[in-house]
DNA sequence: CGGACTGTATGATGGCCATCGAACATTGGG
DNA sequence: CCCAATGTTCGATGGCCATCATACAGTCCG
C-alpha cells in the first residue's frame, strides 16, 4: 500500500474488551475507585446509548474523564458508539453480571458508607 | 498517671471492623490486590482458626504481610485472634456475605485469569 | 534467664495511577 | 470556511501504597 488514503476521516473505534476476557482483579480495580463507580451508577441510572462522556457529572477535567472510560471500557463495564462528535454509552448489564454474578448489583446498591 | 506500669507484657488485641461498618469502596480496595487475594483463597482452604500469618505462603516479607492482614481486618474480611505467639485467623464469610452478597463467592472462585 | 519464634512499628524507597493543562483531531453547523 | 463542541493524547506532577530492612515487643521453652 503506497500512500494512506490522506486518512477517511474515521475517527478510530474504541478499543472494547469483553466481559469474558477480563481478570478479576482487572475488574476489581477498575470498581475501586469512587469516580469510576460515580460514572457507573450515572449510567445505570439512563436507557442506554443516552448519555455522551461529556454528560456526567463528576468532579474532575475532561481529560480524566476519558481515562476511566478507557479504563470501565477495559474492564468490561461499558460499551461506547461514536455518533456525530459524541461518543454514546451504554452499561454492559448482562454480559458483566455473566462473568462476575452480582458484583456489578453491588456497586449499584446506594446502602453504602463510601 | 506519673510512670507507666512499666507495660503488663499484654499484646494489644488486634483491632477489627464489622463488615457492615465497611464503605464498598474499602472492600473493593482491599480486594484489588493480588496478594491479599491470595491472602484470602489460602485461608478458605483450611479450617477456621488453624493458620497462622507465618503459614501463609505469599512472596512477600514479615512487615508486607503484617501489613496486608491490617487491611483485611479493617476491611471485615479476616477475624484474628492471639493464641500464644501465634496470631490466628478466620475468614468472616457469612458476615462479609451478608453485607457484600456474592462478592466474597467471586474472590474465592478459582476461573479467572488474573 | 536466654534464645528462638512470631508479629508489629517505623522510616525510607520506588512505582503506579489519578489528575491537570495544553495541544490536537474529528464532527457538524452557521 | 471558520468556529464551537466533543474527546483523545501527551508530558508533567503529586500522592498514595506496597515493599523492604531494621528495630522492637510479646510468648514460650529449655
Redesign the interface.
Known sequence: MPEQPEATGHRPAPVHTHPD??????A??A??D?VR?QLIRELASQPDWTLSCSNFDVPVGRAAKSHHFTVLRGAGLVEQRDQGPKRLNRLRREEFDAR????L???L?AD???
Chains 1, 2 share one sequence.
Not at 476476557?21 to 482487572?26: E, Q, Y
Not at 462476575?100 to 458484583?103: Q, T, V
Request: aromatic letters at 4%.
Open positions: 476476557d477480563v481478570a478479576l482483579l482487572t476489581l480495580s470498581l475501586a469512587p463507580i462476575f454474578p452480582g458484583l448489583d453491588l456497586t446498591r453504602d458508607l463510601g
